[in-house]
């Protein structure tokens, strides 16, 4: 890295306005919409007293640490810290993409050089950085700890302030200390100095203005929803894991009324209108593509399609099955394909399939894949009857394929009761693989992209009145393996030690534990290991119960044949000791190498004695 340096990308004098606080007696209208909310805020108006901290080459980038002005806040400037990167051979100018953290984390120098290598400038801002020297400090990727990080100065929007996130209520940190107003929310500030990040890209030397996108994960793909709904300079957005409406509302799930994701403190009905994402997505001017898991317990599934059908610009979604926080290779590639789509001129992703849920003369789903010049690979047709987006199992239907390249599927079901949820991914052959090794966790380049279907959904008394056959049958089998794992997912895959195998499938009625039942695994494996068992009880569910990890460890003899291990409730306790009193609420079940609750986890350092163990059957018995 070359050493520190600084320069200023502007020579004017005039500083950033400063937003003088009015006094007790003066009147502060309360803003009613997010145009009010945003009116008196013009991103490019001033200098960004731009620094560059350090630069330095790596495979074909050039890349800096950078920090630039977001604004002056009762007297104090308040300064974002970033990571700054574009290709070391551009050939004219090129497309910019702003990156934006997820909750925790910081700039990515990672995400930054995924950008360059496909030729984008790209900004990676720390917006949980903090001049405070409090945990979370977090500095930027490849940041030294004497380096500038990202100060706000005054106000604080960090992570160090989280009552400000859902809060209008004013505080010694906020934008106002003696009233309630929208701009004392984190999130209007978080937005604000991520829309100088747009400045700032706009700004640098062989940037193409006019091809401008946006994406963030978790927390940022909150962002990523501000931004693009205030922001026409943003001309492709994709927020992952976050970003949808109605968090302040309470949702009824079945015959249970569940809290608000955010208990808004103020005035809630002036927050939905300036700061609730169904009122910046009918705002938002450009393509969006939303991806994350089905189970995701930040972005709620349902809440995001209801939210995103309000953007008037076309949009696609990308949804990882079982998975909660965490995508698939297949999931992940579809945002730089989506930036080469709408920044590039690049290949179009495939339209959304058309789908369809018709009830008689039993329930079925159909979809029909667009004509484009990727192959269909596969399609992957699920469906539930679990009113929580994050807690349900998606059963897999059994899909075959039609004349004509569409595919269908009937949905056996074993209540009218309950409400019907189905939606498809369809899965397209790419070209040329695409590499995300930079990332982390994405190995193998990617062969296969994964467009998803809309979410259908029929409600019982749509279900009683067609008076659906009811063909689905409880079952004591939990899995056989005959479809691999498909009703499974797999962390820390191909690190045999670590590697852990969930399923949701338990929390269906059709798979649930008998009362009195054990749980009996069938496994393969030829050297001995201890591995551990865990079960979650009411994993999200709190409107059902106290959230419980129960885990238990065992040695098992290594054998070339067949084994079964045999447990029972009292097999499994938690930290305090308790043990399950059924198997009722249990929301998840893992098998794993290692687990962190076990009870000798911290005694042991996990190791692993030869291949992983082949899993043959689990039931109950």
Known sequence: ????????????????????????????????SVAELWADFDPRKDPLETEVIREWTEDGAVLRLVRYLIGTFKGKKAFMAAVHGFPQQAQGSVPAV????????????????????????????????SGTGKAPFNFCEKSQPQDPNTDWGAVDPSQLNVQGYASMLPGPRQFFEDREHPKNNNWYLLALGCRRG??????????????????????????????????????AAVPGVGGQGWRWQEH??????????????????????????????PRIGCPVLHRSGTNDFHGWMDDVYRTNALIPQPTRYSWSPHLNHRLSPAVAVTMPLWFDQHLKNGTPLPDTPQSLLTLSPAPAFQVSPAAHPWPVARCEIFYSTDDDPRARF????????????????????????SALHAFANVYFTLPQPVSLSVLGGYGA???????????????????????????????????????????????????NAHQQLWTRKVTDPLWRGPEGAKLAITLKMPRTNRMAFVIEE????SYRGPRKTFACRREIAGAEEAQTLVLELKDFTARDGSAPGSWAQIDQLAICAHHAQSADAEAQPPVWNGPPPQFLRVDWI
Not at 115 to 128: E, H, M, P, Q, T
Not at 252 to 269: R, Y
């Open 1 to 32: 890295m070359s050493s520190r340096r600084r320069f200023l990308v502007s020579s004017a004098a005039a500083a950033f306005p400063v937003w003088t606080i009015p006094s007790s007696a003066e009147s502060v209208p309360m803003p009613q």
């Open 98 to 129: 702003m990156h934006i953290h997820g909750g925790g984390q910081r700039g990515s120098v990672a995400e930054v050089k995924l950008l360059v290598s496909r030729g984008y400038a790209a900004l990676s801002v720390n917006w949980g950085g």
């Open 198 to 235: 747009l400045t700032f890209l706009e700004q640098q030397p062989g940037v193409d203005a006019s091809r401008l996108g946006v994406h963030g994960y978790s927390m940022g793909g909150n962002l990523t929803m501000y931004v693009a709904g205030t922001d026409a300079r943003v001309k």
């Open 252 to 281: 009824v799930f079945g015959s249970f009324k569940a809290s608000p994701q955010d208990v808004v403190k103020g005035d809630v009905e002036v927050f939905r209108k300036t700061l609730s994402f169904e009122s910046y997505a």
């Open 394 to 417: 998606w059963r897999s239907a059994e899909v075959c394929p039609q004349v004509g390249g569409g595919f269908t599927a009937e949905l056996a079901l074993h209540t009218r009761e």
């Open 445 to 495: 380049p990617v062969t296969e992209v994964c467009i998803s279907t809309l979410l259908h959904t029929r409600s019982a008394q749509e279900l009683q009145k067609a008076q659906v056959p009811l063909k689905a049958e409880i079952s004591r089998l939990i899995d056989d393996f005959t479809h691999g794992l498909r009703d499974w997912y797999v962390l820390n895959q191909g690190n």
């Open 538 to 541: 009411n994993e999200w569910r």
